[in-house]
């Protein structure tokens, strides 16, 4: 696992040490990341980022096509430091991703895969079914069959060879917005779906009542509503646990 201290201007990736500091980096490649911090301080800085990359440290020295993703991986963390992105870690897709993600907390993730992109996906997608997130995905593979899938498991935005600095922020903008936009939308299916399923409990309450205690419609309503009000419940829950009572006494 990388955090951003990891990127030196070089390129290289300096290991950290038990005490999160870096081990290897040199003076140079502090003042450079201070620098890119001052120089592009914006409020895209409040976005807290995630990169979900292949480990490609082993075998870079003998694998041309490893060295060419690795340049590629290093381009895009470069970019979005230069954007003003706060990149909190660099993690593989792995069965600890959903753990790490977590203990993490970000806002946005950031997948960067190329050939493999439809199994890092699905690890992501996995990792944040219960808190959902933007997921933005870049990848240099060509093969754009399965970006309808990627789409409807949650994917924000599906960037082919999009890794030019100038493009990053408003695809990230983009991606932020329209998750934002189907969150909303989603909170809103589940508020109608709940007002669907109270008025079939509360209906079936004022039932009993007007059953039980010889009540018309409206006083029946009347007399949940102000219980419901008085306990300081919703009315489809005040609903519902009176019927869950009058199922157990029978």
Known sequence: MYGLGDLSRDG????LNGRGRLEQ????DLFWLESCTKRFMTPSQTLRLVIIAPD?????ATDSHARAQAERSRQLRIGLLENGYNVVAVLPADTFL????????PDMIIVDAESEARDSLEHVVMATRDARRPIVLFTN??????VKDAVAAGVSAYIVAGLSP????PILDVAMARFEHEQGLRRELAD?????QDRK???RAKGLLMQRQNLTEKAAYDKLRKAAMDKGLRLGELAQRMLDAADLLG
């Open 98 to 105: 959903y753990e790490r993600l977590a203990q993490l907390q």
């Open 201 to 203: 409990i509360i209906d």
């Open 141 to 146: 593979d060509n093969d754009t069959s399965h």
């Open 166 to 169: 100038e493009r990053i922020r």
């Open 25 to 28: 980096a040199t003076v140079g």
């Open 12 to 15: 290289h990736h300096h290991p």
């Open 192 to 196: 109608v779906r709940i007002e669907l």
């Open 56 to 60: 490609l440290l082993e075998g870079i």
